[in-house]
Structure formats: C-alpha cells, structure tokens
C-alpha cells in the first residue's frame, strides 16, 4: 500500500460540512494523505502522519477535480467554419449535427479513439478528472454501439444519445427513428451506458418521442438525462423531473413552472434532479445565458460543465466555464467552484467524486494560485499546476 501526502496546502476546498465559505467546507494550513487511491486523513500539517511520498503544494489552493457531467467526444472532423459564419451573424439552430454525423460514420475507429483521448487528456490538463461521454454522432446501430464502446475505455461515464437528431435517411418519417432507438440500437448501445439522453428540442425530439425513449432506456437499466430548453421554452425540464432524472442540461429558457418543478426535487433523498448549465454554449453561438441566479435562489442543484462538442462548444476548458458562469451568469465564485466539482459530482449521482473528505476518491487539482478565487479572476490563465487522479498523479 503506497501513501502521499499532499502537504503546505494555504486553502483546501473540501466541499464538505464545517470549514470556511458555505459548500465548499474550505481549511486551510492543512496536509491530506492519500491512500490506495483515496483520502485517508486531513488535518493540520504539523499533526501529518508519515507517508511514502510527499507532494508539497507550496502553499496554494487544492480542490477536488472539476466534474465535467456533459461532454460529446466521440465525433471526426471539426466545424470551424460554422463558428465563423456564426459569429458573422448566422443563427444556430442545431442543423450542423448532420454535418457531423456524416463524417463520424465515415470515420475508422481509431481516428474517433484518438479524438476522445485527446480531448479527454486535454480536459485532464484543465483539471477535468471525471468526464461524462455522449455517442450521439453515430445514429446507427453500429455507429451507436462502437462510439459507446470507445467512449467507455476512457470513462464510467458513458451516455447513450442516439436521439441527438433524427438522421437524413428517417427525416419523414421520424416515428421509425424512434423505434429504432428503442429497440435494436438501445439493445446494442447498453452494455456499453450507464446513461440515456434526448435532445427534447423543436427541431430534434418532441415531447412524446423522448418521453418513449427516455422510459426505454429505464426499462434497461439506465439513468435518464435530458438536453432541455436550450433553444426556446420546452417540456423538456418538467420530463425530465418526471422521470426523476439526474440532470437536465442547459435550461437556458425556463418558465416558473420549470423552476418550480426543479426546485420540488431538491429534498427527495439523492433523487434530485440538478440543472445542469453549459455556458460554453451560450458563448459559442452568441445567444443569452442561463439564468443561474434564479435557480440558486429557488434553491436548485446547479452543476456546470463543457458540452464539449465540435458545434456549438468546442471547449473542454472548466476553467473557462467557471469564469462564464461568474462573468456572465452572476454565480459567486464560490458557487460555481461548487457547481464545477460537488454539482456534476451530484448531476452524475455520484458521492465518491467532488469532494475531498475522507473515503473519497483521491481526484485533485494543485492550482498556480492561493485561492479558487483565481480561477473567475485570472481568466483564460492555465492555472492548473498539478492534477491527481485515483491518487495518481498525471
Ligand atoms: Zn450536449
């Protein structure tokens, strides 16, 4: 059995009850001993128990790994130009996703490898130590199942979206892509998910449809997440609490119903359903943000994460969220540490990972900073010294 202790930490966002700043529980002139991948002791340095090796933090700021619950990584070829015309003022509508689907499905299995571990090492050099993967650029049968399958050799974290879009070849006649997702696809996509997702949007899935398939996946096993009112004001957050699910993710457009149906979820014991909110999207296709504040002060679970995707938020950078949901969403920083770390811990129904108490997964970032303050304050800064994962450094 092989320990470390992670010592001279000024500030240690613990995210857990006691210490300073609300939810993050922070301590500070604290040591913590890693154990066989997990936390074993935190406490004053002076009180350190001996351990095989030493990581000196040099005084700064130590968090929990950033949480990143929504991310799309298993796609070929990228969409620059899109981007340009959009922000030479096209609209976005979400259409490119074909764009994308055909050059995935044209893509050998080790080009879409290669992209997912390039982005997921990317992420791991941002901090990122637990990432959530889509399919969902696929939509076949085989598409579905391989880009599952790749995905879960990097992550635990896989999600099946094969209702992204309705693909070209079920354009008139979408009730048969339906049934399709449900049967066969969802028959091959599951030994690979732990997860089911829809894009309920105009444009994507209706109401009825992903309400079908989002029970079709429960009937298996899976857990439900929903992308909801991104575009314009939806049924896609009220299904979503509906069928208890995990998290809806973007809730850019909410009604007071919306809120309110989020908010009625946040005292069933660990079956909250948290609002997952994607700046890097808003950003990216120039539209309003997510209204933050409103949720935090009705009381509703907030995580934050990438959507990391080639479309519409071809970032991996949860710093860079951070600093969006702060500059442009009116989080404290603190909030939106939290929501980074704790927040897509909980979107993901996981108590092992954001946070650093005793028994949890040793998953740590070292910042080139004194305080989590940095990361709002110090935008676009690669403030990641030091990342551990399973106790292992990277
Ligand atoms: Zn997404």
Not at 230 to 236: A, D, E, I, S, V
Not at 379 to 389: A, K, N, Y
């Amino acid at each position: 059995m092989s320990s470390l202790l992670v010592d001279d930490i000024g500030e240690l966002v613990t995210n857990e009850p006691g210490g300073e700043g609300g939810p993050l529980g922070i301590r500070r002139g604290v040591a913590l001993l890693v154990e066989d991948g997990r936390v074993a002791w935190i406490g004053p340095s002076r009180d350190a128990p001996a351990a095989d090796r030493r990581l000196d933090a040099r005084g700064a700021a130590v968090l929990p790994g950033f949480v990143d619950s929504h991310a799309h990584l298993v796609f070929a070829g990228d969409r620059a130009a899109e981007f340009a015309a959009r922000m030479a003022g096209q609209p976005y509508t979400g259409g490119g996703i074909r764009t994308t689907v055909g050059a995935t499905r044209a893509a050998g299995d080790d080009e879409l490898r290669a992209t997912v571990r390039r982005l997921r090492d990317e992420a791991l050099r941002q901090g990122t130590t637990t990432m959530e993967i889509k399919s969902g650029y696929g939509l076949t049968v085989a598409d579905e199942a391989r880009s599952l399958r790749i995905a879960a050799e990097v992550s635990e974290e896989t999600t099946f979206l094969g209702a992204h879009v309705v693909p070209a070849e079920y354009a008139d006649r979408p009730d048969d892509y339906v049934g399709l997702v449900c049967g066969p696809m969802l028959a091959a996509a599951a030994p690979h998910a732990r997860w089911i997702d829809v894009f309920c949007e105009r444009g994507a899935f209706d109401v009825d449809h992903a309400r079908a398939i989002l029970a079709c996946g429960q009937a298996v096993g899976l857990g439900v997440r929903v992308h909801a009112n991104q575009l314009g004001p939806g049924p896609g957050v009220q299904l979503g609490v509906e069928l208890g699910a995990a998290s809806v993710d973007h809730c850019t457009h909410l009604t007071d119903a919306d809120v309110d149906a989020l908010a009625s979820t946040r005292v069933d014991g660990g079956h909250t359903t948290v609002a997952t909110l994607l700046p890097g999207a808003e950003f990216s296709t120039r539209s309003p943000y997510p209204d933050a504040r409103r949720l935090l002060d009705a009381g509703v679970t907030v995580a934050l994460a990438t959507d990391c995707n080639p479309g519409s938020s071809y970032t991996s950078s949860m710093p860079f969220c951070v600093a969006l949901a702060v500059r442009e969403m009116r989080m404290t920083p603190a909030e939106a540490v939290w929501a980074a770390t704790a927040g897509g811990a909980r979107a993901l129904r996981r108590d092992d990972i954001g946070r650093l108490g005793v028994g949890a997964r040793a998953d740590l970032i070292v910042l080139d900073a004194p305080s989590h303050l940095h990361l709002a304050y110090r935008p676009g800064v690669p403030l990641i010294r030091q990342v551990l994962r399973n106790g292992v450094l990277q």
